[in-house]
């Protein structure tokens, strides 16, 4: 069986992650967004060494997809400052979920693609590889756990019970 795994999210990056929020509802009509701010990160690594990057997403459900924004809050080198320099809007990255972390993620490294940047979310490994010469942008591997399952089904459940009302566009999570 060839490795085909099912894209999940689309993600950029953005300088300003309400601005940019409100422009993809007034566009699109996506919403609403679910913001997490300033994410605490375990392990964090940057191209194999130590990394602690600070940023912030807001993420909306739109039909089996997501749109996820991100929102870096420093300068310091990073998978997001890789593609996109600051104070400018990209496209970063795919996303899926992976039934077999190690294997997914060894299909790309054994075909000479580099992990920009890898840790874990809670009990979640993640990592971004970088595509971006061959596909002009990143790949996040995201591992199949319980507590991602259930962040993404509340970010759809929250576009599915949306009545489209402007000041409940932007949720702020704890």
């Known amino acids: 069986m060839s490795f085909q795994p099912t894209i999940i999210q689309y993600a ?29 990160l375990d392990q964090p690594r940057y191209r ?13 459900q739109h039909g089996d ?8 809050l420093d300068d310091t080198r990073s998978a997001y400052r890789d593609t996109v320099p600051a104070g400018q809007t990209g496209f970063h990255h795919v996303a899926f979920i992976a039934g077999d972390y190690d294997a997914d993620l060894a299909h790309y490294v054994d075909q000479g693609f580099e992990v920009a940047a890898d840790g ?37 459940k929250a576009a599915e019970r949306w009545d489209r009302d402007p000041a409940t566009l932007i949720r702020e999570l704890g």
């Open 120 to 156: 874990l979310f809670g009990p979640m490994r993640y990592a971004y590889v970088d595509t971006s010469a061959t596909l002009g942008h990143m790949i996040e591997i995201v591992e199949d756990k319980p507590a991602i399952r259930a962040f993404f089904g509340a970010v759809r």
């Open 48 to 60: 194999g060494a130590p990394s602690a990057t600070r940023f912030s997403t807001a993420v909306a």
């Open 12 to 40: 950029w990056v953005v300088p300003d992650l309400i601005e940019a929020a409100q422009r993809w509802h007034a566009t699109t009509g996506i919403g609403p967004f679910l913001v997490n701010r300033d994410l605490k």
């Open 65 to 72: 997809v997501q749109i996820e924004l991100v929102e870096q």
